[in-house]
């Protein structure tokens, strides 16, 4: 069997038995740990064997973003709290050379803590200039505003990963520097030409098109594609990542639940690799939903919200259902004048409904791939009718 083209992030420091379940049917490429998946190193090298031992592959690669600074997934007291990319850029203003190989000894000692929990694919550097007006989203994540001095330190730290056996992964590419708006919550448009981008953005990025990985930016750029952010552009990833900037490697898009992009998780995972992307990644973003709005999930659930409820889909777990249903989850709470109740009905699936009342906490609502869930509206049921498929005040 082929591994899926996709990186899937669990939801809590432990497997439960439905994703373990969910894993090993959907068999993704590889995996991605946040900071709700880690407690202890012990732990967290528990979590990573037993990620890698679902789909059956001890090279399965295991990713996390620990670019040191305001981005890192592993915090003191158990690891230490490395210095952000901006801080090696004002040392490189006064010393290449030294800030050179500070870079490349950080990243060494960051990649000598992943390897020791499992972890051996690092999303970083970020070779995204750090330019005035930009919104501050990257800010002191890149190393500066120059490409020549980005690329030299960027180089730098995929060396330290390197010789400590973690892959790199060069983000944002072609560039994200520019962007006005913060691409986890909104799309950014960048309308500056070509020739410019091409000597700027760009360049850093065709100064380590060698890197191992590299990860798609979320960001129109007019003069090229105004239609398509790079992630879904055929046009940015032939043209511009493939040729222009010469990178050959895996690219893997950022995470497909971020608000820049339109559609539903599987028509954004279709174009991304329709696009060229070689790996997707869903994993991470919260998204508000409204009343009459619907969500595809990371597993293809559709959710929908009925008039006067409000709901926030978050990718962590908690209760499981009791018949084996598995993956994402649905916390929230009904309004506090809501009169009515809602039923949650598994569609295709023989399992019991659950009734949620006024005032209950929507716990993790886990669903397989297979099944589609909606909330309706009922009648109110009294304590022997709902019998035991209410989910009561679960916690999120």
Known sequence: MTASAAI????????????????????????IVFLRNVETPEQLARLTAEL????????????????????????PPHWRAAAPAARFGQLASRDR??????????????????????IDVNCAPVL????????????????????????????AMMDGFLEAGVLPVAKHIPGHGRAAVDSHLALPRVSTARAELESTDFRAFRLCADAPWAMTA????SDIDPD????????????VIRSAIGFDGLLLSDDLSMQALSGTLAERARDALAAGCDVRAAVSEPVTLKPGERFMTPTGIAIAMPPGWEAQMRPRSGLAAKHGISCVNAPGTIDADYRGEL?????????EDFVIKRGDRIGQMVFAPVFQAVFEEVDELDDTERGAGGFGSTGV
């Open 97 to 118: 050379a030294a800030a050179e190989e500070a870079v490349r000894l950080n990243a060494r000692l960051l990649a000598l803590e992943l390897r020791a929990v499992g």
């Open 52 to 75: 890698r031992e679902t789909v059956g592959r001890a090279d399965a690669p295991v990713l996390i973003d620990q670019e040191g600074g305001r981005v890192a997934r592993l915090k």
């Open 128 to 155: 995204d200039l750090r330019l005035p007006g930009a919104h501050e989203v990257i800010g002191d994540r890149a190393f500066g505003a120059d490409p020549e001095a980005v690329a030299c330190l960027g180089r």
């Open 228 to 239: 398509r952010p790079a992630t879904t552009s055929p046009v940015v990833i032939r043209d």
């Open 8 to 31: 899937y992030g669990c939801s809590g420091p432990r497997l439960s038995d439905a994703e373990r379940h969910f894993f090993r049917s959907a068999d993704p490429f590889g995996f």
């Open 218 to 221: 979320h960001v129109v750029y």
């Open 343 to 351: 039923k949650v009905i598994l569609i295709n699936h023989g399992a």
